[in-house]
């Protein structure tokens, strides 16, 4: 936050030449369609034009309000997201105060995690409070959850009483939990009701949420036992007991429940929405697709990210949050690097002897290391989607161990004939060849039983596996390429 205080017109002018030049195109009138529409095949579908941030941005050089809404007003919350997102802070903080009075709820809770406390601050209260009570719970939640206690208490005091205790309480769950993703805003009604008196409730009530997909069936301690979907409801007789309508297969997600686990059970078992029970298993709230959906994609970006060790950075993020994310697993990596250098120092002699085996152990590495990676990226994913248990992993694990010894061989034939021609030595060939079946065997059982492993002792798999499958293929190939050229050519 204090590095953004500090910003100045003259730390961003490479950016503002930048859409300064395409300035005189963005005067041009842009209508809604320009707005909505992208510009070649290149941005793809969805994107923001370079003619709308360009019209945007001039209408913030120029402090024209007026325009700046009628720009803005086309765009999905998303995308007003994605665009303060992309520009730089300098033009970001011009834009939102400009833009201040407009600004609402779902703009806030679309806005990724390393600008929104920029953005509160550029805020004013009234506004501020304005947008915080347009949400919902679970929107709220999730932007407070993170903040600095200052901000959070000047948000929580912006809400109603109501609203400011059902934050409050699921605050109160562990992070990442069912608790923080649900939303205290619940269509409940007696199982014993029939569909005439459910649809009267519903139209009586002021407080119903905007969008929701099912209506649930509580018993008389408030214990969810069903629910019935809304098109059921709308499309049987008034005088039909809800119990009769009711969908198959209905759940219930414990609010403990880790929010990984409850993305899992949604695309599993093809859930629109479930209700939260706490450890009474009475109803505190009701969890949905989109939210869910939201958890399981991070969970697939958060895989990804930390496969290559990059941590759960950003865009946004700056040098010094980006280098402590990065470093620490290049240092695992240098140390890693060390040990497989180790290995090559046992076999000097060999090597000064044979110059051509500097030259081709890179080879044995780099696709040991590849075939390592493969199968690793396939055992984590089948991990984290459940698909990998106890009961298939040692036909999985044989499985990849075949697939390595399949490629080693096909890829041994290839280098032993390399081997012959390039340097005219039949044995450095069949050194090569015999050097790549058994690295690239190791590698398919490496990059299997590596995550299992870890998986088994608690460990992120995803996080971890890298350094270790990576260790294991360099190595053993090349103490199976140097040991056994020791072996055959001295």
Wanted: charged share 25%; aromatic share 6%; glycine share 6%.
């Amino acid at each position: 936050m204090s590095e953004n205080k500090h910003d100045t017109k003259d730390d961003t002018r490479p950016e503002q030449r930048e859409h300064d030049a395409v300035l005189p195109e963005a005067e041009e009138e842009v209508s809604d369609k320009d707005v909505l529409e992208t510009v070649d095949d290149e941005e793809g579908a969805y994107a923001l034009t370079r003619k709308t941030v360009a019209a945007i941005l001039f209408a913030v050089d120029t402090d024209n309000r007026e325009q700046l809404v009628e720009l803005m007003e086309p765009l999905h919350a998303a995308d007003i997201a994605d665009l303060l997102e992309q520009i730089n802070a300098f033009d970001r903080r011009r834009l939102v105060r400009l833009y201040d009075k407009e600004f609402d709820g779902e703009i806030l809770s679309e806005l990724d995690e390393s600008i929104r406390e920029e953005v509160i601050t550029l805020l004013s209260p009234d506004v501020l409070s304005d947008a915080v009570r347009e949400m919902d719970s679970d929107d709220v939640v999730d932007f407070v959850e993170y903040l600095e206690e200052p901000q959070q208490e000047a948000i929580l005091d912006a809400l109603e009483d109501s609203d400011r205790v059902a934050v409050q309480q699921a605050l109160t769950y562990p992070e990442e939990s069912a608790g923080r993703l649900m939303q205290r805003e619940v269509v409940a009604v007696p199982d014993m009701w029939t569909v005439g008196q459910a649809i009267d409730f519903m139209r009586q009530r002021e407080d119903l949420p905007e969008q929701f997909y099912h209506v649930i069936l509580v018993d008389s301690r408030m214990k969810p036992i069903a629910h019935a979907t809304l098109g059921k409801l709308m499309a049987s007789p008034r005088a039909t007991p809800l119990r009769e309508i009711t969908e198959p297969g209905f759940r219930t997600i414990p609010a403990s429940q880790d929010e990984g686990d409850v993305a899992y059970a949604f695309n599993q078992y093809h859930l629109i929405s479930a209700p939260v029970v706490d450890e009474n298993e009475r109803l505190v709230g009701v969890i949905t697709i989109d939210d869910a959906m939201i958890v399981l994609d991070e969970e697939h970006e958060e895989d990804i990210l930390r496969l290559a060790g990059v941590g759960e950075g950003s865009l946004n993020d700056r040098v010094r949050e980006t280098l402590k994310q990065r470093m620490p697993w290049l240092a695992v990596n240098l140390g890693t690097a060390i040990i497989a250098s180790l290995v090559i120092s046992l076999f000097e002699g060999t090597i000064s002897k044979f110059v051509a085996l500097a030259v081709l152990m890179p080879i044995v590495a780099s696709m040991g290391g590849n075939a390592g990676t493969q199968s690793l990226t396939v055992a984590v994913r089948a991990i984290a989607t459940k698909d990998l248990t106890g009961s298939n992993v040692w036909r999985v694990i044989r499985r990849e161990a075949l697939v390595g010894l399949a490629n080693g061989t096909a890829f041994a034939v290839v280098m032993g004939l390399v081997g012959l021609l390039w340097f005219g030595d039949g044995r450095l060939g069949l050194v090569i060849a015999l050097a790549m079946i058994i690295n690239m065997l190791i590698a398919g059982l490496a990059g299997t039983i590596v995550p299992v492993v870890l998986e088994k002792l608690k460990v992120d798999p995803a996080l971890a596996s890298g350094t270790f499958v990576t260790t294991v293929t360099d190595v053993v190939g090349f103490f199976a390429f140097l040991g056994l050229a020791t072996l055959v050519l001295i």
